[in-house]
């Protein structure tokens, strides 16, 4: 493939140039994620009317003027599964890259198949096959191969060419807004996730009471903290399985916390005061906002309705090119059930997710006329790939 490949900062300014002068850009990245805190980036991928370039980051080492000219301007930029690239570009200058369309959210809207791997929306959407060879690839390593430059720079090689294609079949079937609205939600998503603390999401947490979450979510916070600092890992730092033995325990006693198995690796027996005090901090914290709130008792057909409308609902979405799985959840169905009988949340800003924005107009409508009885479940062709069909 014809591209230039950049490695100073003087070919990075002719490259942000090329930008500004850009009505759309496309790019991509290579990044290792499994011995940093952060994932790594390792290699840049760039597509614009004037062609393609590589952007090496270990020589190339002040990247923000390229994340600045990604933010800066009118153009679109176009990219395929962009959560990492949207956290570069928010870790570098706090900044989203300008007008983005996301060829894996997009396509959404126009085929059945979320989340889709590129090569496959490449397949799909444009008739093409996406050249690939070099997945195994430690994008650390230098110097990079041919091989390996092709196999980077294919990622981008298609994006023009696939979002001309998506925008007119999403323009075709009038759902231009709710591009836009699911696009500006991951986006909002994505920068919300950034500090949002997940110590929840520690396994083995599941049957602990909250005097015990109390002390998984102060070691969480001090894991996250340490591992940042150092650059690694997490888990690296603690295992979940340690976090929760010493949640269960609840002893700040440095003795007894050395004590309990596992604790004798130095990357944790160096830390086994810092451990004491989170655990004494959750054993002193208010419990208020960990205290399960009373729920109301659903009903025992909420689980039966679900089953017989997701089916319905998904052949409503197949045959209406429109990925189930980016519409809705099983569960999504079930809370939206829920609500629609009265068991559901009633404030605004906590309604089901079917009851907001273009998942309402869709689905969360047509559950209301199924609840309702103004539409049914009707056996169109029992042999056909998508039988089911709603009538009035």
Not at 289 to 313: C, E, F, H, R, Y
């Amino acid at each position: 493939m014809d591209y230039q490949r950049i490695t100073t900062a003087e070919g990075l300014a002719s490259l942000c140039d090329e930008i500004a002068q850009s009505d759309r850009v496309g790019f991509d990245t290579e990044f290792v994620s499994e011995d940093t805190f952060r994932p790594e980036l390792c290699l840049v991928q760039v597509i614009t009317e004037r062609g393609m370039s590589v952007v090496d980051p270990q020589l190339v080492k002040d990247m923000n003027p390229f994340w600045r000219a990604l933010a800066d301007g009118e153009h679109v930029t176009i990219a395929h599964a962009a959560r990492e690239e949207l956290n570069f570009s928010l870790t570098a200058i706090d900044r989203v890259p300008k007008n983005l369309f996301d060829t894996q959210i997009a396509s959404a809207f126009c085929s059945n198949e979320y989340p889709a791997a590129y090569a496959s929306v490449v397949t799909r959407i444009l008739g093409k096959r996406a050249e690939k060879g070099e997945q195994r690839t430690d994008w650390r390593r230098r110097p990079l191969t041919d091989a390996q430059i092709n196999y980077a720079l294919e990622d981008v090689r298609h994006l023009f060419a696939l979002h001309d294609k998506i925008i007119a079949n999403i323009d075709q079937l009038g759902r231009t807004s709710w591009h836009e609205e699911e696009t500006a939600s991951f986006v909002e998503e994505v920068i919300a996730a950034r500090t949002r603390q997940r110590w929840r999401r520690v396994s083995g947490i599941g049957s602990l009471g909250p005097r015990n979450l109390a002390i998984v979510r102060e070691l969480w916070l001090w894991r996250q903290q340490e591992a940042e600092r150092r650059d690694v890992p997490a888990k690296r730092v603690l295992r979940d399985d340690l976090l929760v033995e010493l949640a269960k325990r609840k002893t700040s006693s440095p003795e007894k916390i050395r004590a309990v198995r596992g604790m004798n690796y130095r990357s944790v027996k160096d830390s086994i005061n810092d451990l004491a005090s989170c655990v004494e901090r959750g054993l002193e914290a208010s419990l208020d906002d960990l205290k399960s709130s009373p729920s109301k008792s659903m009903p025992s057909q909420l689980n039966l309705l679900g089953q017989v409308l997701v089916p319905a609902i998904t052949s409503v979405c197949r045959r209406a090119k429109l990925a189930t799985s980016m519409a809705c959840t099983a569960t999504n169905v079930r809370e939206m059930i829920a609500h629609q009988l009265g068991f559901g949340r009633t404030k605004e800003a906590e309604l089901p997710v079917l009851a907001r924005g273009w998942r309402s107009e869709l689905i969360g409508s047509l559950i209301d006329d199924l609840l309702s009885g103004r539409k049914s479940i009707h056996i169109d062709d029992p042999r056909s790939e998508h039988p089911l069909e709603l009538v009035e």
